[in-house]
């Protein structure tokens, strides 16, 4: 069975740090590309950042330069470091692995709303952590 387990959320004030973790049950998720995600309310869910299995980054433009993502296989761990943390940062966040190759995410267009909602079934989601940030 495959799991991921998110940790770390909670509620900052605007200009705060957070930083999740996300522990995945087995090794050989480490040979796919892993990520985060968000949803907020009323809202489509969308990437913020992932990492390739060669280590190669990639992020939401609006996370750009204040967000880090990094992963450690030994640890079985991914994590998402959070800087300068903005109001319209609050939403759910998801760790996340595609299941299905059709559903690599790990690039620009994999993390697009249009592409999570095509590619949703053939990803595997982790249960969540909440951000909140307040102004």
């Known amino acids: 069975v495959r799991r991921l387990v998110e940790s770390g959320g909670g509620s900052v004030q605007a200009g705060g740090t957070l930083s999740l973790s996300c522990e995945y049950s087995?090794?050989?998720?480490?040979?796919?590309?892993m990520g985060w995600f968000r949803q907020a309310p009323g809202k489509e869910r969308e990437g913020v950042a992932s990492?390739?299995?060669?280590?190669?980054?990639t992020y939401a433009n609006s996370v750009k330069g204040r967000f880090t993502i990094s992963k450690d296989d030994g640890k079985n761990t991914l994590y998402l470091r959070m800087n300068s943390l903005k109001p319209d940062d609050t939403a759910m966040y998801y760790c996340?692995?595609?299941?299905?190759?059709?559903?690599?995410?790990?690039?620009?267009?994999?993390?697009?709303?249009?592409?999570?909602?095509?590619?949703?079934?053939?990803?595997?989601w982790g249960q969540g952590t909440q951000v909140t940030v307040s102004s």
């Open positions: 996340a692995a595609p299941s299905e190759f059709t559903a690599w995410f790990c690039d620009s267009e994999g993390l697009s709303a249009p592409f999570v909602a095509k590619h949703h079934d053939d990803i595997r």
């Open positions: 087995i090794s050989s998720m480490s040979a796919l590309c």
């Open positions: 990492i390739d299995v060669d280590g190669t980054t």
